[in-house]
């Protein structure tokens, strides 16, 4: 079956073109029940135009919420022999089940060259977007943003120019769900990101045939295009290794806390044509007592609306919300419109589901109560707007103030990089 699927999947990219093969695989995929389309369709979804940009929001109902600290554990947890050692590993396909390990019947991948080494493709039964495709290393080895990286993403906008393609930051609380097996993901869908102009633009004299700037967007990201695949790679690379070793402490970033490495980064990959377009999301995980959960990370004000730590999608534009959120958001209309009655007291008791919204619902009411359901559904989601966009200024390491523009300049030069 699987050696059946990679010969057609590479015979249709062969006769019809790339876009086609992934119809194909995808197809399989919905049709076999692995991307649950109906499950999907059930989730909420809304834009939020602010500005230049426009924020993608959805409370997925089939994603399980994780907590930060259970994540971290992964990296240090010992692999022992489970088989499969994780859910990303390509023991998963064709995988009957064990009373600890859910089944995996009907996944379907495709074989991938990526930086000489053996990986493989599949799409993501939650489906976070058009055609959400996970690519994974056959080897079971940790998330590893190095400046081997580039190169490995430029492999896949070349064999699939039709997807883009990008990896998780590599370190817990600024990393992905899953950070002891590495992976990236792409997929057909133009993220909120891929909408955003560079806003500042510098020269280099190592790279003059590169377009280079910070990317007019919430969180920190250099972004670099050309039609040098060389070129590309090489900034990509010198980005990353000077990142993890610059420190700028008046903006709270320290690259290592003795030997613990806390600088990183999410970088992004798509073509245009012949123009390779590389983003790079600066990320930093330091914690303080301040910010115990992580200095760039969600801030407790907005710890109810989202407690995980804000990965390569999230920091792309498109939240992925927890699933309590819908029943949540929707006991808090009722309180709004006055189909159920106000009580702060009761707030103030953790075994009250709404507990954790309580300065959320207080605010809210006091702005006045709604006419109708309607009416607190959009008062609603606005202020979950304003967080969202909220959470991603958090995550910015050079924030848009005079100190943070100071701390950026500062990277670029580091970089050898002018201002045009």
């Known amino acids: 079956m699987s050696s059946e699927i990679n010969r057609t999947f590479g015979e249709i990219k062969a006769e019809r073109g790339a876009q086609a093969a992934c119809d194909y695989l995808y197809n399989i995929s919905v049709k076999n029940g692995y991307v649950q389309k109906t499950a999907i369709a059930r989730n ?4 939020y135009a602010d500005g230049n940009n426009v924020l993608e929001i959805t409370v997925n109902l089939s994603k399980p919420e994780k907590n ?12 022992g022999k489970k088989y499969p050692a994780c859910a990303l590993c390509k023991e998963n396909e064709g995988f009957e089940g064990t009373a600890t390990h859910p089944p995996r019947r009907n996944i379907r991948t495709v074989k991938m060259n990526i930086g000489g080494e053996k990986w493989f493709m599949q799409y993501s039964p939650y489906a976070y977007y058009d055609e959400h495709c996970i690519v994974i290393n056959e080897e079971h080895v940790p998330m590893n943003v190095g400046e081997r990286t580039p190169d490995k993403l430029l492999d896949f906008a070349d064999a699939l120019p039709n997807y883009f393609i990008g990896s998780n930051a590599s370190l817990p609380i600024v990393g992905g769900s899953i950070l002891n097996h590495e992976h990236f993901q792409g997929g057909l869908h133009r993220m909120p990101m891929h909408r955003a102009k560079i806003g500042k633009e510098y020269t280099s004299k190592e790279f003059p045939s590169l377009r280079i ?11 670099c295009e050309g039609k040098d695949r060389k070129a ?20 709270d970033i320290l690259s290592h806390t003795g030997d613990t490495p806390h600088s990183t980064l999410s970088p992004i990959c798509r073509k245009e044509g012949d123009t390779y377009i590389f983003t790079m999301i600066l990320r930093n995980n330091r914690t303080s007592e301040q910010y115990p959960e992580g200095i760039f990370h969600v801030h407790p004000e907005y710890l109810n609306i989202k407690s995980e730590g804000i990965g390569l999608i999230e920091a792309m534009g498109l939240f992925i919300l927890p699933p309590r959120l819908k029943r949540q958001l929707s006991e808090i209309e009722d309180i709004l419109c006055g189909k159920t009655k106000y009580d702060p007291a009761s707030l103030t008791d953790p075994a009250n589901d709404l507990h954790i919204h309580a300065a959320m619902i207080q605010k809210l009411v006091g702005e006045g109560k709604a006419k109708d359901k309607t009416e607190a559904e959009a008062r609603v989601r606005g202020y979950v707007n304003k967080v969202c966009a909220g959470i991603l200024d958090n995550t910015a390491v050079f924030k848009k103030d005079e100190n943070g523009r100071k701390g950026f300049a500062k990277f670029m030069a580091a970089l050898g990089l002018e201002e045009k």
């Not at 909420?44 to 834009?47: A, D, F, G, I, S």
């Not at 930060?68 to 692999?79: S, V």
């Not at 590309?232 to 903006?251: G, L, R, S, Y």
């Open 44 to 47: 909420l979804k809304w834009e």
């Open 68 to 79: 930060n600290k259970d994540i971290a554990k992964l990296l240090t947890a010992p692999q």
């Open 213 to 223: 700037g910070i990317l007019d967007w919430y969180n920190s990201a250099i972004q």
């Open 232 to 251: 590309v790679a090489a900034f990509a690379a010198k980005v990353i290794a000077a990142w993890k070793n610059f420190d700028c402490p008046e903006c």
